[in-house]
Structure formats: C-alpha cells, structure tokens
C-alpha cells in the first residue's frame, strides 16, 4: 500500500484535468480487469465481471475521486507574478508559502502579498512566483488557463502512518486498486464496476455520470473523512487508526441503513476493525450516486484523515487496508 501510494501521490490530477492520474492508474488496474473505459466525462471504469449466471449478477459500483484541489492561471502581471483562481474548497493558509508544479512540470511557490493577515488570506491575495523576470519571461512557460498544485508526495511518520498529499482521494484509489487485486485472485459472483471519478472536488460531478451510465444496484463510495482526534477539533467518534470507517451520514447523504448493518455485520463475524463515521460538514461520491436515474442504494467505506485539504494530510495505512479486507468479505458473502 506504501508504495501504491508513492506512486499515485506523484502524479497531478486536479479537477478537470484528471488524464496524467487516469493513465497512470489505467496502466495499474487494467490487468485486473476484464474490460476498462473512459466515459464522456472522463471518468475511469474498470469492470470485473462475476462468476453467477449473467441473469442473476448484481452490478456493484465501488468509487473513489482521482481529482485534486489544485489552481487555474487566469492573469499573468508585469512582473511576472501569476494570478490564480482555485478548483476545489482551497485552505488558503495552508497552501501560502508552499510549493506548486504545473503540469508542464514547473515549479513554482504560492505566496500572500506582503502584510497581508492569515484572516484575509484568499485567492485575491495570493500569487504564484516562478522566478520570471517580467510578463514576457513568465508567458513563455505559463498561459492562462494552465493548472497547478501544491507540490504532491508523502512522508512516512511512525507506525504506518504516512502524511502528504493528495492523499484526498489518492487513498481511496489505492483502495478500489488493492481490492481489485483480491478480486482477480478470487472472483466473486456479482459484476464489479471500478470507478475512479472525475470532478468529485467540485462538485461530485463525475460520479452522477458514471452512475447513470452503469446503473448499479449498489454504489460504494471510498474518501478520506475528517477526525475527532486532532488538537482543537470538534467531537467527532472517528479517529485515525481506528479501523475502516462506516460512513452513516454526512451533510449530503444518508447511507443506505440496510448497507452499513451489513457492513458492520460483515465487520464483526471477519473481526475487522471498524469504526462509524457521521461527518457534520462534507460530502463525497456518496450522494450523488445515490440520486442518479431512479436512485441507486449506497453507502461508504471512509479514511480517518487529518488535516485535509492541506499539504500535511495524515492518515493510517491500517485503516485503508480495513477498507479493503472489508470491502471483499461483504462481495463474497
């Protein structure tokens, strides 16, 4: 999982711009996969077909994001200095001072304009600085509309713990890429459709369209969620290391009640550690595959993960890999 994450963390996806990440994680779930394609939107769809007679397959969809936060070049000044807009719910103090990579492979860091307080940090405030001279030099490696984000990568902290970005939702494709190992090892009889979405970061766009495509009879959603257990944090009953997290509601879904008993059942009986998750603020791919087409029964296997949305993100390989042991002993049962 370590490595799966090296890996995955290494490429810039940001939210309509996913294609570098999408190939990438192509050339990784391809050969588990008996047939894999990019819908309209880009979404990518790895489907595993099941070992039941065709008439009595379910078709199970397990999603997670493969887009990131990131930034949009719209003004380059006199100087040289680049003007940004931001793709995705950017934590302004978090990202200033920070390092950025285009995807030309640029580099460049993302700084307040002098005096500036951290309570009026925002997009108006902030600019990226590529060393350019002027404009003439600037516009000769940047043009508007290009994209940026902070610098990706992870650091191994104690235990398994790893801290870094994107790990929101690089994590949850490491997931659906480990259980589809499992699954290629031992099918099971229902059809399992792979689905690493598109734009979930602006909108959770990406999955309504997959899931009106596949019209699954069950969706699964795999994302990071935030933690009771940072310093100054709200109560919340999910901690990092606290085992794979049952997602019950969030502020846009709640979960099929059915699913997460199943889960937590399933859980049980494999002596999985697991946790339940109510996020009061936040959504995932959760809702909206839930009301796509007719409405589809969906729940989610979350990451206790904190400090999102930061270049600092920290979670607990054990919890992931919960999320995979978990996943495949609900398919085969």
């Given at each position: 999982?370590?490595?799966?994450?090296?890996?995955?963390?290494?490429?810039?996806?940001?939210?309509?711009?996913?294609?570098?990440?999408?190939?990438?994680?192509?050339?990784?779930?391809?050969?588990?996969?008996?047939?894999?394609?990019?819908?309209?939107m880009g979404n990518l769809?790895?489907?595993?077909?099941?070992?039941?007679?065709?008439?009595?397959?379910?078709?199970?969809?397990?999603?997670?994001?493969?887009?990131?936060?990131?930034?949009?070049?719209?003004?380059?000044?006199?100087?040289?200095?680049?003007?940004?807009?931001?793709?995705?719910?950017?934590?302004?103090?978090?990202?200033?001072?920070?390092?950025?990579?285009?995807?030309?492979?640029?580099?460049?860091?993302?700084?307040?304009?002098?005096?500036?307080?951290?309570?009026?940090?925002?997009?108006?405030?902030c600019y990226i600085d590529?060393?350019?001279?002027?404009?003439?030099?600037?516009?000769?490696?940047?043009?508007?509309?290009?994209?940026?984000?902070?610098?990706?990568?992870?650091?191994?902290?104690?235990?398994?713990?790893?801290?870094?970005?994107?790990?929101?939702?690089?994590?949850?494709?490491?997931?659906?890429?480990?259980?589809?190992?499992?699954?290629?090892?031992?099918?099971?009889?229902?059809?399992?459709?792979?689905?690493?979405?598109?734009?979930?970061?602006?909108?959770?766009?990406?999955?309504?369209?997959?899931?009106?495509?596949?019209?699954?009879?069950?969706?699964?959603?795999?994302?990071?969620?935030?933690?009771?257990?940072?310093?100054?944090?709200?109560?919340?009953?999910?901690?990092?290391?606290?085992?794979?997290?049952?997602?019950?509601?969030?502020?846009?879904?709640?979960?099929?009640?059915?699913?997460?008993?199943?889960?937590?059942?399933?859980?049980?009986?494999?002596?999985?550690?697991?946790?339940?998750?109510?996020?009061?603020?936040?959504?995932?791919?959760?809702?909206?595959?839930?009301?796509?087409?007719?409405?589809?029964?969906?729940?989610?296997?979350?990451?206790?993960?904190?400090?999102?949305?930061?270049?600092?993100?920290?979670?607990?390989?054990?919890?992931?890999?919960?999320?995979?042991?978990?996943?495949?002993?609900?398919?085969?049962?």
């Open positions: 999982m370590l490595n799966l994450m090296k890996t995955l963390t290494a490429t810039c996806g940001i939210s309509g711009r996913e294609k570098a990440i999408s190939d990438k994680l192509l050339t990784l779930v391809a050969p588990l996969a008996d047939k894999c394609y990019n819908d309209a769809i790895a489907v595993k077909y099941g070992t039941a007679p065709e008439a009595d397959r379910k078709k199970v969809m397990l999603c997670a994001h493969m887009d990131e936060i990131g930034f949009l070049v719209t003004y380059i000044e006199d100087s040289g200095f680049i003007r940004v807009n931001p793709i995705g719910g950017i934590n302004w103090v978090a990202a200033a001072f920070t390092e950025v990579v285009f995807g030309s492979g640029l580099k460049g860091i993302l700084v307040p304009e002098t005096g500036t307080a951290p309570a009026d940090l925002k997009a108006e405030k590529i060393g350019a001279k002027d404009k003439k030099e600037a516009e000769r490696k940047v043009k508007i509309g290009d994209y940026c984000a902070l610098s990706g990568g992870i650091t191994r902290l104690l235990g398994r713990r790893i801290a870094g970005r994107p790990l929101d939702d690089r994590i949850g494709c490491a997931v659906l890429i480990k259980i589809a190992e499992a699954l290629k090892e031992t099918p099971v009889a229902d059809d399992v459709y792979f689905v690493f979405s598109v734009q979930e970061e602006v909108g959770v766009r990406g999955a309504k369209t997959a899931t009106f495509g596949i019209t699954p009879d069950i969706g699964i959603a795999y994302d990071v969620t935030g933690t009771g257990d940072s310093a100054g944090a709200k109560p919340m009953a999910c901690s990092v290391g606290g085992g794979a997290a049952i997602k019950l509601k969030d502020s846009s879904v709640i979960c099929d009640y059915e699913l997460t008993q199943e889960f937590a059942a399933v859980a049980k009986e494999n002596d999985i550690k697991h946790q339940f998750e109510i996020l009061a603020a936040g959504g995932t791919d959760t809702s909206a595959m839930q009301m796509s087409g007719a409405g589809v029964k969906a729940a989610a296997l979350s990451i206790p993960t904190r400090y999102i949305h930061s270049g600092v993100e920290m979670l607990d390989l054990n919890d992931a890999e919960a999320c995979v042991e978990l996943t495949v002993a609900w398919l085969r049962k």
